[in-house]
């Protein structure tokens, strides 16, 4: 596997479960983000782990709990969701979290839908 | 705070035909400014990024200029192919350095 790998690539979940969302990068970055893409909004940037350490958390709902066991692997928990939380969540990894040009690689997304 | 405005779409051409999809911005200091792309059933892809004001990012046959004295990062495209169908994005990285990104551009190029 290269790049950035996300699984599952479709969930469909009722408001009362609990899943999970995985993401792993084989490109040897420092830091991992998760976003979350809705129709005809900007991406929304909802974490950010650098070296295995949150460093951002755009106030995002208790309802999603993001996990960095290591630098390679990110999850993102979910529980109790609303049915609008549905979206394509996408995990992107990067090498230079402080500095401005660096580039963000994305995986293809997990599309969740809650019912 | 940051922003990014980009036209919005669809934008819908011919195989051949110019391209130009417009981004502006508003960021104090001296961003580092982005295009990504995102095909069909996939994560974005960076397409070319500018550092600093009068770079020229360009790969595939895609270019953009940062212009600081218009805060513009348009993207240009001299002959679009079919394969190129795709949502563009404009981004801006500045003093935050968290990516911000404008709404997207969905380009459909038709034979």
């Known amino acids: ?115 | 705070g940051d922003s990014v405005t980009q036209m919005e779409g669809p934008v819908t051409l011919s195989e051949e035909a110019f391209l130009t999809i417009n981004c502006t911005y508003t960021a104090t200091g001296y961003p580092s400014l982005f295009w990504y792309v995102q095909y069909p059933g996939e994560g974005l892809q960076l397409l070319l990024k500018a550092t600093k004001a009068d770079d020229k990012g360009s790969n595939k046959g895609f270019e953009a200029t940062y212009r600081k004295e218009t805060t513009s990062f348009h993207l240009e495209k001299g002959s679009v192919q079919v394969s190129d169908s795709a949502v563009y994005f404009c981004a801006l990285s500045g003093a935050t350095n968290k990516l911000i990104f404008g709404t997207g551009t969905l380009l459909a190029v038709q034979p």
């Open chain 1, 1 to 115: 596997e290269t790049g950035v790998t996300q699984t599952p690539r479709h969930l469909v979940m009722g408001m009362t479960n609990k899943k999970s969302l995985k993401c792993e990068q084989h490109l040897g970055h420092n830091a991992m983000y998760w976003y979350k893409q809705s129709a005809k909004k900007p991406l929304e940037l909802m974490f950010v782990y650098s070296l295995e350490e949150r460093v951002e958390n755009n106030s995002v709902p208790s309802r999603f709990s993001p996990e960095c066991p290591n630098s390679s692997h990110l999850f993102l928990h979910l529980h109790t969701l609303q049915p609008e939380d549905s979206a394509l969540y996408l995990c992107a990894s990067s090498q230079e979290p402080g500095d401005r040009a660096d580039t963000q690689y994305f995986g293809p997304g997990t599309r969740l839908t809650v019912l």
